[in-house]
């Protein structure tokens, strides 16, 4: 199947690029979600980013206002819709308050994690949206589907942040066998020839996360997306010290922090509070320990979203060219 002869939502069909900007906590927010958008890819952000809760309220109209603007403006190229991430794991206290302003601004696409459920999915589904849920393996994938989700983000190995160590080709695989839902593959994608090679595994969409916390709109340090730059895959540590829960994480910003990133302990993870992202040793996590993918080799230079887009866009066309002339 070709991914216009799978079930996707009205949403997410015919799209400028197949592309989700994965949500990053701490440095997603409305002027990268904009950006994303109007390039053409789907913006995401998640929804805690916004402190005080009160804030979410101002984000949104801000995104949905911009993009209404853009889409008014340039009606022969709309921009993509966007995306809020939604933590579902009981630890996060700010759930209902946060799905009540995403139903007030009708958010297009929701994407759950840390905890499928059922009453989240309906209610999304009150207002038209659509549900998209990230998991780390397939039995996971089933229980995400059975309780009402749209669609599947697998999180392979290699993925910035918290990360599975299950292998793309494995994930696609085995999710394919039973679902022709929309799947939205996370882990190494950098590249424009990367986001060809996810479609052709079987995914209809490339999640992206760490290739844009290089990008002149994100709320990131300085020092964090120049080391992106100066980083490769040898420069990436998978722990669960920070947080309780594994991840990737830049070895550099670990040995600025006092620690040494090839010898890290073990974390205990029912320490972790999920709505915060931290655990019993997470006083540095994600602000001062940095949260990133494998596939950074591709990043070379801190650029404006949109020109990133366009590098990921021009890279694609090249890699479907050099197909058709194997072919």
């Avoid at 799209?15 to 390039?39: E, H, M, R, T, Y």
């Avoid at 659509?130 to 089933?142: G, K, M, P, S």
């Avoid at 040898?234 to 947080?243: K, R």
């Amino acid at each position: 199947m070709t991914p216009r002869q799978r079930h996707l939502p009205p949403v997410l069909q015919n799209l400028p690029f197949p592309v989700i900007g994965s949500p990053l906590f701490i440095i997603s927010n409305p002027k990268l979600v904009i950006a994303q958008c109007k390039a053409g890819v789907i913006g995401a952000m998640p929804a805690l980013n916004a402190r005080p809760a009160s804030q979410l309220d101002e984000w949104l109209a801000e995104i949905t206002e911009a993009l209404a603007a853009h889409d008014k403006a340039h009606p022969d190229q709309k921009a993509a819709p966007f995306a809020i991430n939604q933590i579902v794991h009981k630890s996060n206290d700010r759930l209902e308050h946060d799905l009540q302003l995403c139903a007030k601004y009708k958010v297009p696409i929701i994407i759950t994690s840390l905890g499928a459920r059922e009453d989240v999915n309906q209610a999304v589904h009150s207002w038209g949206g659509v549900v998209l849920h990230d998991v780390i393996n397939n039995v996971f994938a089933h229980k995400a589907i059975e309780k009402g989700a749209d669609g599947l983000i697998p999180v392979a190995a290699g993925a910035g942040g918290h990360a599975s160590v299950k292998s793309p080709f494995a994930m696609v695989q085995e999710i394919r066998e039973w679902f022709d839902g929309p799947v939205a593959l996370s882990g190494s994608i950098a590249s424009g020839g990367a986001v060809l090679a996810a479609q052709a595994m079987g995914a209809d969409f490339a999640y992206i996360g760490s290739a844009f916390i290089a990008t002149v709109e994100a709320r990131a340090a300085d020092a964090y997306k120049q080391m992106i730059t100066e980083s490769n895959s040898d420069d990436i540590v998978y722990s669960n010290f920070y947080t309780g829960i594994h991840g990737n994480y830049l070895k550099g910003s670990i040995r600025n922090a006092g620690m040494d990133p090839d010898h890290l302990p073990q974390s205990d993870p029912s320490k972790m509070n999920f709505s915060t992202g931290e655990g019993a040793n997470a006083a540095k996590a994600w602000k001062d320990i940095w949260g990133c993918g494998q596939g950074i080799g591709a990043i070379r230079e801190v650029l404006p979203a949109a020109e990133l887009v366009a590098r990921l866009k021009r890279e694609y066309a090249e890699a479907k060219a050099r197909i058709c002339s194997i072919s």
